[in-house]
């Protein structure tokens, strides 16, 4: 009697309890105390049953313990910078109490990141569960929490914190957690009602990477099983109304604010055309800024450039024929963050920063009066007639050189020189299209299914994707052995597919699933490093030029490179030709100059060499960061194992490379109809592409890293294969038949002829089967 007596109470304590915790453990506990309440509501619970409440009640008062030291370490207040959206405090802070989601408009540098959280706080928000504001890039998690935190008059770690990957910094009083995007996703993973928070910004929304689009489908889930669950979104573009109809008609605040005027100037250079080799927009935009520096002393300057190593190359330059009283300094998302956080100092002289598109909104930079825009930056491409996702350097959108421009005139009246002309700048589009229109379906499929986010079809993207390509990208996906059908049905979409372990692996890895692939068959062959050169080399144009007037000498330049048997290894030829054995090196520290030299007597283009090791170098770190880095370790070099240890006529590490490119370009092999024409997967036919080295070599078997349809079909960098490497490459998409049963009388069984098939090529014939003894009885 007593013993009921005391559990009921314990009961009514830890209900109690509730309402003093944070809203994470009060959803916890409440189904756990609803569970046990069911199970003893007509008995008396028992001893475990006790134990289990009297651990709910120790984690409650913990718990409060914990929302009430966030209360207390609050600042009484927190200084507001004199920013635009400070004049829109009040309305913002309303419209947050009032409505689940709001959607606040901006530009870069009024406000938006460094104080809607702590309007969110002044909303009555971050004391349930925490705010977690996203960032698109690290260093802006970084730097946004020190920057709110000294507002605070605190550090960063209490009342406001970082998480990002492989590095935090909070603490139980954090109740602002500035995020990257990515982490945030990955915490859904544990935490899938993200019951950590009460509120959610996702800032920098206009930019729409996948990531975005993911954190904006699984939010709007959320909202409607948690009502008191917030959501606020900021962007930068004009383009708010697309979010406004996804959320509800949410409301759209706009805080842009007063900027000075900016005096825009265009100057294209005089002569620009993809094969110069002598002049680049590099040296364009160097002339740009030495031409600044000469006319006026004063204010600091920001120029655009679309990748790493151009941004090396342009320091590189500007470091040489430095004055006295200037700072260059380069910015990009790999640098590392204290080098990345120089560019927020105050300097005693002319700061020249030289970004990518890093500056464009999620970074703000203090001071700048003048921008250099060569209007270019690295937008990945995924093209359907190739499926494969290219990485070009491309023009960038209207809205995005605009971006640019205003990086300049926020503070005093500015300049921004934009290396193109005014036409060029008309004929291009206003916005560049989100990420999930531009990327391989194949691999956000395959990042849904490693997230758990169930069924694509009904998956609320702000812009879904088309029916037809969901299904090319799973059926990429089958070819890839990524994902198989599972058990576990309707989890994921089409009819139950799982991640095979390759697959598990390939999602990691945030590349074209082909890619991703080769890379993990490479990594089991011991090439890793070779076959990431030519991985990269598939995703930027060739860098062979052939310049009108001098083709002869450009093919006898060539010529040293070719490989005979395979175009793939004539690329890496021309690597290592510069570069070294990428084994053996690990960070690619060629000068300018080298490059130069090597790019003019090799008729090879400076430009796309440079953004092969750029697009190389960004493949590298994503194998590191995934954790699929082998070490150092060095193969034998190409030329020595080529002649010895032959697997039926091809060398091993020929073998080793070419198995490896084949684990992702299965769908491209092609059986000799004759001299030159191949025919393909489906029958289809294909002609060797007449600039291959393979041409008028071909073997009986080829893979080929592209097919294009031109004037007619043609298989692009193609090597020689042999034929018996397809069946344990393609076993699943194998199919086998069997001819000429024949009893053999001697031993009782059955013999029959197999023949293997994938894609309708017949790849292997003849391999006699043995079915085993028969049982006269049932045999006949
Ligand atoms: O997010 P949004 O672009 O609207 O602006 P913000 O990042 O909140 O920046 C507002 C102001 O704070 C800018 O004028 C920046 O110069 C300044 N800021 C800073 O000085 N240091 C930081 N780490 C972040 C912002
Ligand atoms: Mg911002």
Known sequence: MTSKIHSDNLFQTVE?????????????????????????????????????????????????GIKKKRINRLPESTSIPDLPISYEKDRIVKLVSENQVVIVAGETGSGKTTQLPKFCLAAGRGIEGRIACTQPRRIAAITVAGRIAEEMGQQAGQSVGYKIRFSDKLSEETVIKMVTDGTLLAETQTDKYLNEYDTIIVDEAHERSLNIDFLLGIIKQLLKKRPDLKLIITSATIDTEKFSKAFFNAPVVD???????????????????????????????????????????????????????????????????????TIVLPLYARLSAPAQSRVFKPAAGRKIIVATNIAETSITIPGIKYVIDTGLARISNYIPSSRTTALPISPISRSSADQRKGRCGRVENGVCIRLYSEENYQSRPLYTPPEILRANLAEVILRMIALNLGDIENFEFVDP??????????????????????????????????????????????????????????????????????????????????????????????????????????????????????????????????????????????????????????IRSIIEESGMSPGNQTPPPVDESMSEGKNKGFPMLYTAIHKSILSGFLANIAEKKEKNLYRGANQREAMLFPGSGVFNRGGSWIVAGEIVETSRRFARTVANIDSAWLEPLGKSLCRYSYFNPVWQKSRETVIAQEQVSLYGLIIQSGRPVNFGKIDPETAS
């Open 16 to 64: 109690a309890l509730l309402p003093q915790a944070l809203h994470r453990d009060r959803h916890a506990i409440s189904r756990e105390l609803a569970l046990l309440g069911k199970k003893f509501k007509s008995k008396k619970p028992d001893t475990p049953a006790r134990e289990k409440l009297i651990a709910m009640k120790r984690r409650l008062e913990r718990s409060a």
């Open 465 to 618: 994707p088309p029916a037809r390509q969901i299904r090319d990208g799973f059926n990429i996906l089958y070819e890839l052995d990524a994902i198989e059908k599972g058990t576990a049905k309707g989890k994921s979409s089409p009819a139950g597919v799982r991640l095979t372990q390759k697959g598990r692996m390939m999602a990691k890895m945030p590349l074209d699933p082909r890619l991703s692939r080769m890379l993990i068959e490479a990594r089991k062959n011991d090439v890793l490093w070779i076959v990431c050169t030519i991985a990269a080399a598939l995703t930027v144009p060739d860098p062979r030029i052939r310049p009108d007037g001098s083709e002869t000498q450009a093919n006898q330049a060539h010529a040293r490179f070719v490989d005979p048997a395979s175009d793939f290894i004539t690329l890496y030829n021309i690597w290592r030709a510069l570069l070294g054995d990428p084994a053996a090196n690990g960070v690619n520290n060629v000068s300018a100059k080298q490059l130069k030299q090597f790019a003019a007597h090799s008729f090879i283009s400076f430009r796309r060499m440079r953004e092969w090791i750029d697009v190389y170098d960004q």
């Open 255 to 325: 805080v842009s604010g007063r900027t000075y005027p900016v005096d825009l100037q265009y100057m294209p250079p005089e002569s620009l055309t993809e094969d110069s080799n002598d002049y680049s927009y590099v040296d364009h935009s160097v002339q740009t800024v030495e031409r600044i520096m000469r006319k006026s002393p004063f204010g600091d300057i920001l120029v655009f450039m679309p990748t790493e190593q151009d941004i090396r190359e342009t320091c590189e330059i500007l470091e040489a024929n430095r004055t006295p009283g």
